[in-house]
C-alpha cells in the first residue's frame, strides 16, 4: 500500500533540544517533495507549526484538524489546504484518524502520548493496520520504548504490541520505511 497521507502526533511547543524543531522542519519539507499530505493537529505553534508551514513552502498538502477550544491557543493555521475544526478533543482524533493512511509521533508531551497511546490500542485490539512510527530524534522517545518494555516484561501486554510501531531516529529513515509500506 502506497501511503497517500501521514498523520503527525508532535508538540505544540518547539521543546527545548533545537533537533526536534530541525526535524519537524525537514519532515514537513520531506512529505511535500514525496506528495504524501500532512494531516495533524491544525496548530501554528511548535513543532506541529513547523511541519505544516515546511511542507506548505515545499508545496504540499496539508489538512488540519483543530478542536474549537485550541483555535486561539494553538493559533489554528486556517492557510491549509483543508482546515476542519471540531467540538471536542476525541473528534479531533477521529477526523485525523479517518483521513491518513499512517501515523508518526515526534516529540511532544502528554497530548502526544495520548494520541500514540490510543492509535496504538486501537491496533492492539485489532481495529486498524494503519503503519505506527516513532520518530526518536536524539533518543527523545527512549525512555517510552522502555515502559513500553515493562509494561510487556509485567505480563500487561503481549510482546506482539512491539510489533504494532517501528521506531526509526532519523526522518530520512522514517521517509525510507514509510516507502517500504
Known amino acids: 500500500m502506497r501511503i497517500k497521507s501521514l498523520l503527525v502526533f508532535c508538540g505544540a511547543r518547539p521543546g527545548k533540544n533545537p533537533a526536534y524543531m530541525a526535524a519537524a522542519k525537514d519532515l514537513g519539507a520531506a512529505l511535500a517533495a514525496q506528495g504524501i499530505r500532512l494531516v495533524y493537529?491544525?496548530?501554528?505553534?511548535?513543532?506541529?507549526?513547523?511541519?505544516?508551514?515546511?511542507?506548505?513552502?515545499?508545496?504540499?498538502?496539508?489538512?488540519?484538524?483543530?478542536?474549537?477550544?485550541l483555535v486561539n491557543m494553538e493559533v489554528g493555521k486556517t492557510d491549509l489546504t483543508s482546515y476542519v475544526v471540531t467540538q471536542t478533543m476525541h473528534e479531533r482524533k477521529k477526523v485525523m484518524f479517518m483521513?491518513?493512511?499512517?501515523?508518526?509521533?515526534?516529540p511532544g508531551g502528554a497530548g502526544s502520548l495520548?494520541?500514540?497511546?490510543?492509535?496504538?490500542?486501537?491496533?492492539?485490539?485489532?481495529?486498524?493496520?494503519?503503519?505506527?512510527?516513532?520518530?526518536?530524534?536524539?533518543?527523545?522517545w527512549t525512555k517510552l520504548l522502555g515502559l513500553i518494555d515493562h509494561v510487556v516484561d509485567e505480563g500487561f501486554a503481549d510482546a506482539t504490541l512491539?510489533?504494532?510501531?517501528?521506531?526509526?531516529?532519523?526522518?530520512?529513515e522514517l521517509m525510507t520505511a514509510i516507502g517500504s509500506k
Open 114 to 140: 495520548d494520541e500514540f497511546f490510543e492509535v496504538l490500542t486501537w491496533g492492539q485490539l485489532d481495529l486498524h493496520k494503519k503503519p505506527i512510527f516513532v520518530l526518536n530524534t536524539e533518543g527523545y
Open 99 to 106: 483521513n491518513t493512511d499512517a501515523v508518526v509521533i515526534l
Open 41 to 69: 493537529g491544525a496548530g501554528d505553534v511548535g513543532i506541529m507549526g513547523e511541519v505544516a508551514r515546511n511542507a506548505q513552502s515545499a508545496g504540499g498538502e496539508t489538512f488540519g484538524v483543530i478542536p474549537e477550544h
Open 162 to 172: 512491539k510489533d504494532l510501531f517501528k521506531v526509526v531516529d532519523t526522518v530520512p
